[in-house]
């Protein structure tokens, strides 16, 4: 086996575990960013079909060289108002709609041809230093916003946490999204993604909700 390929096997081991032991399903998003095409055609060649990449630009040279599969891309990198255009036309899923002026462009932009993009609603959950994702109270305003618009599809909750050394205070976070998120599906009941955990707290996000978790470097390797 190659390196590669003892890692996917060893990553989708671990999750089927935490998840049967939460009696549900957590799916595997690949995080590609700095990564080769080549790098991402190999964990395609082993059955993985979703990736995520942070950059527009970067992700758009990827798909050129990779347009022979049929893969399943995520923006998972902040938002600029300017590149509106670009993620719906080149996403099948946004997890990082954090304002109320980004889901006008989106709906505008989505390419008639293909479904509508899927939408997660990025918090802030914990981190005061950060700059992306909304306040939890912006929520609901938000949420109902993405469903008025036939373009696009709400999904459910993404957040980062901050990397707290202390994993009780990263599985606290966790569980605040997820009760933001069980609150949600009150008002929305077709939302059936929960985006947290990555390489290193997966099992834990997995244990408090998580149905898709976003691994990069346990998969690929440490990025330079
Ligand atoms: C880079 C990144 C990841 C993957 O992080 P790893 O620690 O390498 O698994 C997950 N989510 C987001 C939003 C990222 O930017």
Same mark, same amino acid.
């Given at each position: 086996?190659?390196?590669?390929?003892?890692?996917?096997?060893?990553?989708?081991?671990?999750?089927? %575990?935490?998840?049967?032991?939460?009696?549900?399903?957590?799916?595997?998003?690949?995080?590609?960013? =700095?990564? #080769?095409?080549?790098?991402?055609?190999?964990?395609?060649?082993?059955?993985?079909?979703?990736?995520?990449? +942070?950059?527009?630009?970067?992700?758009?040279?990827?798909?050129? /060289?990779?347009?022979?599969?049929?893969? /399943?891309? %995520?923006?998972?990198?902040?938002?600029?108002?300017?590149?509106?255009?670009?993620?719906?036309? %080149?996403?099948?899923?946004?997890?990082?709609?954090?304002?109320?002026?980004?889901?006008?462009?989106?709906?505008?932009?989505?390419?008639?041809?293909?479904?509508?993009? +899927?939408?997660?609603?990025?918090?802030?959950?914990?981190?005061? =230093?950060?700059?992306?994702?909304?306040?939890?109270?912006?929520?609901?305003?938000?949420? $109902?916003?993405?469903?008025?618009?036939?373009?696009?599809?709400?999904?459910?909750?993404?957040?980062? #946490?901050?990397?707290?050394?202390?994993?009780?205070?990263? $599985?606290?976070?966790?569980?605040?999204? $997820?009760?933001?998120?069980? =609150?949600?599906? $009150?008002? %929305? #009941?077709?939302?059936? =993604?929960?985006?947290?955990?990555?390489?290193?707290?997966?099992?834990?996000?997995?244990?408090?909700?998580?149905?898709?978790?976003?691994?990069?470097?346990?998969?690929?390797?440490?990025?330079?």
């Amino acid at each position: 086996m190659s390196s590669s390929e003892t890692a996917f096997t060893e990553i989708c081991a671990r999750i089927a %575990h935490a998840a049967s032991q939460q009696k549900r399903a957590a799916a595997l998003l690949a995080v590609s960013k =700095t990564k #080769p095409a080549a790098a991402v055609r190999e964990l395609a060649a082993l059955g993985q079909r979703r990736f995520g990449e +942070n950059y527009v630009q970067e992700a758009l040279a990827k798909q050129r /060289e990779l347009v022979d599969l049929a893969l /399943e891309w %995520h923006l998972i990198g902040p938002l600029q108002s300017n590149k509106c255009r670009e993620a719906a036309e %080149h996403f099948d899923w946004l997890q990082t709609l954090d304002r109320l002026k980004l889901i006008a462009p989106l709906a505008r932009f989505r390419p008639a041809a293909r479904g509508p993009l +899927n939408v997660l609603i990025q918090v802030n959950v914990d981190d005061e =230093t950060s700059k992306s994702g909304c306040r939890p109270e912006a929520v609901g305003e938000l949420a $109902r916003a993405v469903a008025a618009e036939p373009r696009l599809q709400l999904r459910g909750l993404m957040a980062i #946490p901050a990397p707290h050394a202390d994993f009780g205070l990263r $599985r606290a976070a966790f569980a605040r999204l $997820r009760g933001l998120f069980e =609150t949600l599906q $009150r008002e %929305h #009941p077709g939302l059936d =993604t929960l985006s947290m955990g990555m390489s290193e707290d997966f099992e834990l996000a997995i244990a408090e909700g998580a149905t898709l978790v976003r691994i990069g470097s346990a998969l690929f390797g440490a990025r330079s």
